[in-house]
Every structure is written in structure tokens, then in C-alpha cells.
Nanobody
Framework: QVQLVESGGGLAQAGGSLKLSCAAS????????MGWHRQAPGKQRELVAT???????NYADSVKGRFTISRDNAKNTVYLQMNSLKPEDTAVYYC?????????WGQGTQVTVPS
């Protein structure tokens, strides 16, 4: 089992920045990929960014150049630095962790960027 706890969401002005954190605990040695997804009201959950245990990253086109995913293996924590925020970034952001056997989700953290 893997437990994920997000923090760092909140309200930001358009053009501003926020940094999300996700602390993993439990069977963390089994985690291959960690990532961030988001779900806006009335929309499906979508991938934002992922990072492998080796540090390879992948981003949705909508956030490339603005968001940066990083991982501190010593702290078992993954981060999402969000810059140049836009109103369309408003959503609940979920941390995820993938092992060979299962996929885990955090509880989500709200990010709001007023228009």
C-alpha cells in the first residue's frame, strides 16, 4: 500500500505561482512513476505531469514551459512548481503513484486562479 498526502494548493493570481507537494509513505520502494493530475468542474481528470524513479519527466501540452515536476527521493516527496498560472489551471490537483501492481491517488488539493 502507498499513501499520498498533498499540500500547497490555494488561491493565486493569474500570472502567479504555487508549489504543490505530495508526500508518499508505505510501500514506497515499489513506486515506479509519480505524477500529478487535475480535474476541473464538469471535466474529466487529466494528466498534468509525471516523473519516473529515474527522473524522466512528461508534461501535458497545456502546462509545458510553465509547470515543473520534481522528486526528492530522500524525502519521498514529489513537487509541482506552477508558474504563469492561468484561470484555466483552476482544478483539484491529485498526486498519483504507480507501482507494477496498483495505482494510488492522494485526496486532492484545490488550486484556484480567478479570471
Amino acid at each position: 500500500q502507498v499513501q499520498l498526502v498533498e499540500s500547497g494548493g490555494g488561491l493565486a493570481q493569474a500570472g502567479g505561482s504555487l508549489k504543490l507537494s505530495c508526500a508518499a509513505s508505505g510501500s514506497i520502494f515499489r513506486i515506479n512513476v509519480m505524477g500529478w493530475h487535475r480535474q476541473a468542474p464538469g471535466k474529466q481528470r487529466e494528466l498534468v505531469a509525471t516523473i519516473t524513479s529515474g527522473g524522466s519527466t512528461n508534461y501535458a501540452d497545456s502546462v509545458k514551459g510553465r509547470f515543473t515536476i520534481s522528486r526528492d527521493n530522500a524525502k519521498n516527496t514529489v513537487y509541482l512548481q506552477m508558474n504563469s498560472l492561468k484561470p484555466e489551471d483552476t482544478a483539484v490537483y491529485y498526486c498519483s503513484a504507480a507501482t507494477v501492481y496498483s495505482y494510488y491517488w492522494g485526496q486532492g488539493t484545490q488550486v484556484t486562479v480567478p479570471s
